[in-house]
């Protein structure tokens, strides 16, 4: 064996090593919330967190569970984040056929209202909001938080979808149109089937989106039988007196419905992710 | 072709309808009126008055409010500056090297695996580091014990409160500008970092000349979005430290909210809310602009 094969087998080595070493330090905290939440309190006690656990031990997950009627967050969560991305395409696909099948005056100008619409922080929207939600009796409603987060999101969705379907085959539309096809029947029938895939995309991003948002259900939902997920468990860490292992099965709550979604929509958002990158 | 074409633009703004009346109801006029609330002073229960710019000049010498913005800018360099640099290494050393010679499964496992805190919402991500932070029974100080090593109050000493932030918010971010900087890379010819070798350049020269330049937009990207991100960062602030000890952590967007919900400042939140708006927007324009300018010089 030469010296420069055996040079590049030891950079190999260190290369995956040093790549592992770091993988470890980023999966540390999964993996150290998981075994931790199957602990007794004794057993954390005794043996440190680093032990893995004699059993699996479940009592510290139910008892959160039950606690924070966590059955109720999982609802919560799935209903204002379906409705967040049925509603949220729902505007989107009608602002899009406006602005990028039909073309309207002043497309631009709605365009990037839209992009700015998108980029504005929700704080200097939070005041406004919450009064309004007081006012009209929607405060501490998933209604609320629904209304808010479709329109929030259709103002991604609008610009994707209008950059989309700026480049569909205008002969298809002309053709459906000969054919004596209005509008409506051209958006449900022509359009929508076709972008298909691009709507499956945005129904996942939306939805987890949704799923991950903070600061405005927050404000906007405060009696806990309406939280949703991460807020609950956010708001509920500070508040009891938890020990170790309940904490860390709170925790791992917490983390595994989105662990869940990943695997199930791995693909769909690393085509998206990188899709969303050269918007 | 005919000589009246079937006409496709007349008719269709009754469809822009629901979207712009619902983007001016939920948006554009909460966002109006939190201007407007910014020119008085209101406690959200009686009557707001008019006080014009005092909130503004009250900020122009709030140390907190300086504070806030100061402590943004270390926020900046944890979720903006440390994961691009990290992220650009990363990637073309995944990319380059380990996808090249051991295996395109292998970087891919190892992209993944880096993701991965990615797809957690912040405040669980926060939620799971408390949890390793816990003075008393944490992990990290656990460990620290093991190795006789000081065991610290990572989030409740207000000289490293700060650090142990930013140090979570390197975790969480490093996989956004990983995973689109391996893309981005794939659209760089390989010709010529071949022509480069060719002319004697060795890695950094290849680097910085080749992979740095051809990936530009992306980089770009990646740096506007994760400044917008740490502009608007909250939920890490709230489950980590609630901005403290005292104001040691302290970020815009926390302040905001104490002002408006915790103080009954509503004026005075309302005018730090409109600051971080402008800002973002300011950075948006910038954006948008150079890109554009990006898109012309590349047409021609």
Request: glycine share 6%; hydrophobic share 55%; charged share 10%.
């Amino acid at each position: 064996m030469n010296a420069s094969l055996v040079l590049e087998r030891f950079n190999k080595s260190l290369a995956l090593l040093l790549l592992t070493a770091l993988l470890i330090v980023m999966l540390f905290p999964f993996a150290i919330v998981t075994i931790n939440a199957f602990k007794t309190p004794a057993e954390y006690a005794s043996n440190g967190p680093l032990s893995l656990p004699g059993g699996l031990y479940t009592d510290g997950l139910r008892d959160f569970w039950d606690r924070v009627d966590f059955t109720n967050k999982l609802i919560n969560s799935t209903v204002i984040s379906v409705s967040v991305a049925v509603a949220g395409i729902g505007l989107s696909l009608l602002n899009a056929f406006a602005l990028g099948i039909g073309r309207v005056r002043g497309r631009v100008w709605f365009l990037i209202f839209f992009l700015m619409a998108n980029t504005l922080p929700q704080e200097a929207l939070a005041y406004p909001l919450y009064y309004f939600a007081k006012s009209l009796g929607l405060y501490n409603t998933r209604l609320s938080v629904i209304i808010v987060f479709s329109v929030i999101q259709s103002a991604f969705g609008t610009y994707l979808l209008t950059s989309v379907f700026s480049t569909f085959p205008r002969e298809i539309l002309e053709a459906a149109r000969i054919d004596g096809c209005n509008k409506v029947q051209l958006l449900l029938r022509i359009v929508t089937p076709i972008s298909r895939p691009t709507l499956s995309v945005l129904f996942v991003f939306f939805f987890i989106w949704t799923w991950n948002e903070f600061f405005l259900p927050m404000i906007l939902l405060v009696s806990t039988s309406n939280q949703t997920v991460p807020l609950a468990i956010a708001v509920l860490q500070g508040q009891h007196n938890m020990d170790a292992t309940t904490s860390s099965a709170s925790a791992l709550l917490g983390i595994l419905p989105c662990v869940i979604f990943f695997l199930l929509f791995q693909r769909t958002l690393t085509k998206g992710i990188t899709a969303g990158s050269v918007k | 072709m005919a000589v009246k074409s079937v006409s496709l633009d007349r008719g269709y703004w009754v469809f822009l309808l629901p979207g712009a009346v619902a983007l001016l109801l939920v948006i554009i006029i909460p966002f109006l009126i939190n201007v407007g609330i910014s020119f008085t002073a209101w406690n959200g229960i009686t009557e707001p008055t008019w006080i014009g710019l005092d909130n503004y000049q009250k900020a122009a010498h709030d140390k907190t409010f300086w504070m806030s913005f100061q402590n943004n800018l270390y926020i900046i360099v944890a979720m903006t500056i440390i994961p691009t640099i990290i992220g650009l290494f990363l990637a073309a050393f995944l990319y380059d090297f380990v996808a090249n010679k051991i295996g395109n499964r292998v970087a891919s496992v190892f992209r993944a695996g880096y993701y991965l805190p990615q797809i957690l919402p912040v405040a669980i991500a926060g939620v799971v580091w408390r949890w390793i932070l816990q003075p008393r029974w944490g992990v990290l100080n656990w460990l620290l014990d093991q190795v006789g090593m000081e065991p610290r109050n990572w989030l409740g000493d207000a000289d490293i409160a700060i650090y142990s932030v930013m140090g979570i918010m390197v975790w969480f971010q490093i996989g956004y500008p990983l995973v689109i900087f391996m893309a981005a890379l794939q659209r760089v010819d390989p010709e010529l970092y071949e022509a480069a070798s060719v002319d004697g350049a060795n890695w950094l020269e290849k680097f910085i000349h080749i992979t740095i330049h051809q990936i530009r937009p992306e980089i770009f990207v990646v740096v506007l979005m994760t400044l917008i991100h740490s502009l608007k960062i909250f939920a890490q602030i709230f489950v980590l430290t609630r901005g403290g000890p005292g104001r040691a952590t302290i970020v815009p967007s926390y302040f905001a909210y104490q002002n408006f919900f915790e103080k009954a400042n509503v004026g005075y939140g309302a005018t730090i809310a409109t600051i971080m708006t402008v800002i973002i927007i300011l950075l948006t324009v910038l954006f948008i602009n150079v890109q554009s300018r990006q898109e012309l010089r590349e047409a021609a």
